[in-house]
């Protein structure tokens, strides 16, 4: 099993990032993807979440209207557009995966976002 993230990096202020997260090795199409993110000294959040049933989302209030989950089943891939983005959304950003009908979840490795002028 693996997910590896990749899209992550330094941008300004206000700028724009998008994150990838490749999946293998579990049936992708029916687990719900999720985005975590982990700043220093705090503990790990939920971003944003995209179901496998209807691709529902939900998002973190701080990051609504700014963020966007989407997933493409046909690559086994998740994103995260990340829009206006602010110091504090600085963190590793990590791909989670709840494949519901065996009850396993999943985590990547995480990818650094940096948010800074």
């Known amino acids: 099993v693996q997910l590896v993230e990749s899209g992550g990096g330094l941008v300004q202020p206000g700028g724009s990032l998008r994150l990838s997260c490749a999946a293998s090795?579990?049936?992708?199409?029916?687990?719900?993807m999720s985005w975590y993110r982990q700043a220093p000294g705090k503990g790990r959040e939920l971003v944003a979440r995209?179901?496998?049933?209807?691709?529902?989302?939900n998002y973190a209030d701080s990051v609504k209207g700014r963020f966007a989950i989407s997933r493409d089943n046909a690559k086994n891939t998740v994103y995260l557009q990340m829009n206006s983005l602010k110091s504090e959304d600085t963190a590793v950003y990590y791909c989670?995966?709840?494949?519901?009908?065996?009850?396993?979840?999943?985590w990547g490795q995480g990818t650094q976002v940096t948010v800074s002028s």
């Open positions: 989670h995966a709840n494949q519901w009908l065996t009850r396993t979840v999943y």
């Open positions: 090795g579990f049936r992708f199409t029916t687990s719900h």
């Open positions: 995209i179901t496998s049933t209807d691709s529902s989302t």
